[in-house]
């Protein structure tokens, strides 16, 4: 699995150090209350295993399939729930977590149905966000690192299902496209 990797972008402890920052910010924004966490699978699951166990606050943490990509590495642009039902959020402030924004599909359909569903606030944090033009006009309140226009795997991300568990972010070897 390692051979297939060309380099890497962002290495473990790297992210683990930025974790720490996230986690605090995050702790600091929502003191004392009761937050709903709705992770976005597969993609997230890495990230938000590592971050929400920095938070030492009561969390209620849910989990949504959603899926954007269809095996290949552009976004297909549409946006299906694999699941149908959401946690319940009425009235709820939540904090949505994703694995990467890149067109901002993907956050902007989940923060949009969160809100339709009567959550009073949502805030979106994403271990990477690609520097380029979203899309969709959603920018997330915490950003792990950003990174430049191409197609990573690793730490949760996948190229047809595999790489989720390479423990950072790389690049593979043979340019996919
Ligand atoms: P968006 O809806 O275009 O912002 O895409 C978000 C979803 O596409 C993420 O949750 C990932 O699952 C997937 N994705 C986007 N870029 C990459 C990448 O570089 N590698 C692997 N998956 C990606
Ligand atoms: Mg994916």
Do not use: W
Request: with cysteine.
């Amino acid at each position: 699995m390692e051979d297939d990797i060309d380099r890497v972008l962002v290495d473990e402890q790297v992210i683990h150090k930025r974790l720490d920052v996230m986690a605090k910010e995050i702790r600091q924004d929502f003191p004392g209350e009761v937050l709903v966490v709705v992770v976005l699978l597969k993609g997230a699951f890495v990230f938000a295993a590592d971050l929400l166990r920095r938070v030492p606050r009561m969390l209620e943490i849910e989990c949504v399939n959603v899926a954007s990509y269809h095996g290949g590495t552009e976004s297909s642009g549409v946006v299906s729930f694999l699941d149908h039902k959401l946690p319940e959020v009425k009235g709820r402030k939540v904090l949505l977590l994703d694995d990467i924004l890149d067109t901002g599909r993907t956050l902007k359909a989940v923060v949009d149905r969160l809100l339709e569903e009567g959550a009073t606030e949502v805030k979106t944090g994403v271990l990477l966000a690609k520097d380029k033009p979203h899309a969709e006009d959603v920018a997330a309140d915490y950003v792990g690192f950003y990174i430049a226009d191409e197609f990573v795997v690793g730490y949760g991300l996948d190229y047809q299902g595999r790489y989720r568990n390479l423990p950072y972010v790389g690049v593979l070897k043979t340019p996919v496209s």
